[in-house]
């Protein structure tokens, strides 16, 4: 079946540093992966997708790296600041054509240290 | 632009007892989505409406059932609540349908709890 998960769930950082988030997914995923990040009393937010005929893809001080051998993904976050302190989320979309059918791992809790 | 809003925010019932929860989309959005939040299970599809109709369902109990409407606003109902049922409900919405997106936009979540 589909399955995606996280490696730790829980990452702390001092701040400034590079925070590297890792996650799995099984054969039968979608070739489409999405990050959210969800805070205390709030919903989730995306933060960056990517497409399975891409390895890399950039946003705002963040990365995301797919490799399709190992079936892992992972987010990169650049100088990381207090305001990163969040539960990351990797996210699966598992049908072709779909849009609100995703499935989520576990989550990873980031803790940024001062 | 006003974002994803969920009624209630919070709400106490007790087993057995039904329970209705609002949700309305980012204005323009016509694809909405219900996501089941708790600890142990993490994130999980409930349902995904677009134009009043069930585009896919998760595998959830059919006391579980949701509906919307024709301004994209829509309705989750949970019948003969159990304990388990205790989570927070998030609704996200979406201004496309038929190609992948990720790009979800979330609300705050209605929180039950169940005794």
């Known amino acids: 079946g589909e399955s995606v998960g996280l490696h730790l769930p829980t990452l702390s950082v001092q701040e400034g540093d590079n925070s590297i988030i890792n996650c799995a997914y099984s054969?039968?995923?979608?070739?489409?992966f999405i990050w959210y990040k969800q805070e205390s009393g709030k919903g989730p937010q995306f933060i960056i997708d990517?497409?399975?005929?891409?390895d890399k893809r950039q946003g705002q001080r963040v990365t995301v790296l797919l490799n399709k051998t190992v079936k892992h993904l992972s987010l990169q976050i650049a100088a990381t600041q207090p305001g990163d302190s969040a539960v990351y989320f990797c996210?699966?979309?598992?049908?072709?054509?779909?849009?609100?059918?995703?499935?989520f791992g576990q989550g990873t809790t980031l803790q940024v240290k001062p | 632009k006003a974002g994803v809003t969920q009624t209630p925010r919070y709400l106490i019932k007790t087993r057995g007892q039904q329970v209705t929860l609002s949700c309305s989309p980012i204005?323009?959005?016509?694809?909405v989505s219900w996501y089941q939040q708790t600890p142990g299970q993490g994130l999980q599809f409930l349902f995904e409406?677009?134009?009043?109709?069930?585009?896919n369902k998760g595998n959830f109990p059919g006391r579980f059932s949701g509906r919307q409407f024709s301004n994209s606003r829509s309705e989750m109902n949970v019948s003969t609540l159990e304990l388990g049922d205790s989570a927070l409900y998030l609704c996200?919405?979406?201004?496309?349908?038929?190609?992948?997106?990720?790009?979800?936009?979330f609300g705050e979540g209605s929180r039950l709890t169940v005794l």
């Open positions: 996210a699966g979309n598992p049908l072709p054509g779909n849009t609100g059918k995703l499935i």
């Open positions: 996200a919405s979406s201004s496309r349908v038929g190609v992948p997106t990720g790009e979800l936009f």
């Open positions: 054969n039968s995923a979608s070739d489409y």
């Open positions: 990517i497409r399975s005929n891409m």
């Open positions: 409406y677009f134009s009043e109709t069930q585009r």
């Open positions: 204005s323009g959005h016509r694809s």
